[in-house]
T-cell receptor, first 117, second 111 residues
Framework: DGGITQSPKYLFRKEGQNVTLSCEQN?????MYWYRQDPGQGLRLIYY???????QKGDIAEGYSVSREKKESFPLTVTSAQKNPTAFYLC????????????????FGPGTRLLVL | QKEVEQNSGPLSVPEGAIASLNCTYS??????FFWYRQYSGKSPELIMS????GDKEDGRFTAQLNKASQYVSLLIRDSQPSDSATYLC???????????FGEGTQLTVNP
């Protein structure tokens, strides 16, 4: 089955600890995105990557880091500098921009819920 | 002004009624518009996409776009309790650019 997988489903972080959230897709999509969602809120963009080995900061990148070494993988690290990490984290992917608007629909993984101990 | 604004909600309608969800956007050159449905605790799933002025229908769902008024809406006909969810409006300015999401409107359909 083609799709986007995120792991783990739930993640617990101790104070001062860095944690990494996994996102993998087998849709052959070029662009990948990380969003944060707080209760009752919309989605806020953390980082995105349009191509392997390149990524850009979104609106709330402080305290987070990413890498894009492979087309199918875009892991997100929540560092100890992120003082309020409790949230629902969503990974998404889409075809590359030059594909035309009808092919640029963004699809989401199932999400990872991060909680602080 | 927020880039994408939606009905503040929550919105409650009786089963069988038409639910109307509204979204306005600030950037006049926006090209692509999307409606996502998000059930509680789940990730968003695409309901409709629309790129041209006018109406686009898919089953019980109709998206309406008016670029002159910078307005996009989603109508749900014959609302069902299973339609109870948060609906997110998303806007893409140009091909290849990022999506900007509204904060969502929570819809409850009462049996």
């Amino acid at each position: 089955d083609g799709g986007i997988t995120q792991s783990p489903k739930y993640l617990f972080r101790k104070e001062g600890q860095n944690v990494t959230l996994s996102c993998e897709q087998n849709l052959n999509h070029d662009a990948m995105y990380w969003y944060r969602q707080d209760p009752g809120q919309g989605l806020r963009l953390i980082y995105y990557s349009q191509i392997v080995n390149d990524f850009q900061k979104g609106d709330i990148a402080e305290g987070y880091s990413v890498s894009r070494e492979k087309k199918e993988s875009f892991p997100l690290t929540v560092t100890s500098a992120q003082k309020n990490p409790t949230a629902f984290y969503l990974c998404a992917s889409t075809m590359r921009g030059t594909s035309g608007p009808t092919l640029e629909t963004q699809y989401f993984g199932p999400g990872t819920r991060l909680l602080v101990l | 002004q927020k880039e994408v604004e939606q009905n503040s909600g929550p919105l409650s309608v009786p089963e069988g009624a038409i639910a109307s969800l509204n979204c306005t956007y600030s950037d006049r050159v926006s090209q692509s518009f999307f409606w996502y449905r998000q059930y509680s605790g789940k990730s968003p799933e695409l309901i409709m996409s629309i790129y041209s002025n006018g109406d686009k229908e898919d089953g019980r769902f109709t998206a309406q776009l008016n670029k002159a008024s910078q307005y996009v809406s989603l109508l749900i006909r014959d609302s069902q309790p299973s339609d109870s969810a948060t609906y997110l409006c998303a806007v893409k300015i140009t091909s290849g650019s990022r999506l900007t999401f509204g904060e969502g409107t929570q819809l409850t359909v009462n049996p």
